[in-house]
């Protein structure tokens, strides 16, 4: 199983940058795909789920409004649209592949996120 995102760098405040994860080697339409984010020293932190069918979505409270996860089961892929980015949003975000009720849980290996002027 691969995850590999794609799309990170670096934006001002109030600009919107879109992060791609592309996935191979497991049943993709069958799995809950998420984003998270980590900075040092702390937690990784769950930012968005998407459940296998697109239809289901959560976000933190700090991205609500701002972020949106989505999906293409077509192309195995899953985005995270991220608009009105603010400096505490800066982080490395990783995408996360987990079959429900199992112990399949696969990470990608994370793409840095840096919002400054």
């Known amino acids: 199983v691969q995850l590999v995102e794609s799309g990170g760098g670096l934006v001002q405040p109030g600009g919107s940058l879109r992060l791609s994860c592309a996935a191979s080697?497991?049943?993709?339409?069958?799995?809950?795909m998420s984003w998270h984010r980590q900075d040092p020293g702390r937690e990784r932190e769950l930012v968005a789920t998407?459940?296998?069918?697109?239809?289901?979505?959560n976000y933190a409270d700090s991205v609500k409004g701002r972020f949106t996860i989505s999906r293409d089961n077509a192309k195995n892929m899953v985005y995270l649209q991220m608009n009105s980015l603010k400096p505490e949003d800066t982080s490395v975000y990783y995408c996360?592949?987990?079959?429900?009720?199992?112990?399949?849980?696969?990470w990608g290996q994370g793409t840095q996120v840096t919002v400054s002027s």
């Open positions: 996360n592949a987990r079959f429900p009720s199992s112990h399949r849980n696969y």
């Open positions: 080697g497991l049943s993709f339409s069958s799995y809950v």
């Open positions: 998407l459940n296998s069918s697109g239809g289901s979505t």
